[in-house]
């Protein structure tokens, strides 16, 4: 099968790799989730991915604790789940980079967008965890500014529903799903897709967002071969 992108930013967020357990790791959900994105790496497919952290930390909801140390726990969060990541690939004898924008130089690579860019070019994985490395920036925006970085095609993210809602489908049953939206409705409608500042990073640098359910995990392989899942933002 032909991949309809060359190259594409996926997206994942921390509560996927918790699976039923809705905290911390569930091994057999990654692994299943990581053999999706390794059928993408096998039909040719250049894959960078961004972790999120909410399985093991929310700094929104930490309290009274300084945002700043907050969105630092949120961080390191982020570099556990890409470990774990990395791992199930590699267990599936996948090829894969960890970079981190905190340095840990026992754990993983400093990012260097040529280093990965390179990786990438040689077939294969790079996760990219630690957010941007700045407290005040969300994964969501991580995965914009890496997707920019690395010229990526798509930003695939993966959530746990299967598109745009004009409201919340989980609250409302008459919620109407998007099949696709431009970014100004996303701006200006304050849709759930990702974070303003993601949105306008993508918008101003023409990066199409296609958001999906990751209760299949094969929607990843099937969102990068083109079919028509989730809603599409561009």
Sequence with gaps: MEPKYKRVLLKLSGEAL?????????????????ESIKKCADIGT?????????????????????RTRADHI??????MNALAVADALESLG???????????QQVAEPYIRNRAV???????IVIFGCGTGNPFFSTDTASSLRAAEIEADIILKATMVDGVYDKDPHKYSDAVKYDTLTFAE?????LAVMDSTAASMCKDNNIPILVFNLSRPDNIFDAVCGKEIGTLVK
């Design 18 to 34: 918790a699976g039923n357990l809705k905290t911390g790791l569930d091994y057999p959900t990654i692994l299943s989730i990581c």
């Design 94 to 104: 996948a090829i894969v980079r960890v970079q981190t924008a905190i340095s840990m």
């Design 74 to 79: 949120g961080m390191l969060a982020t570099a």
């Design 46 to 66: 250049e894959v960078g991915i961004v972790v999120g952290g909410g399985n093991f930390w929310r700094g929104r909801s930490s309290g009274n604790m300084d």
């Design 186 to 190: 996303v701006l200006n409608k304050n």
């Design 118 to 124: 390179r990786h990438l070019e040689k077939g294969r």
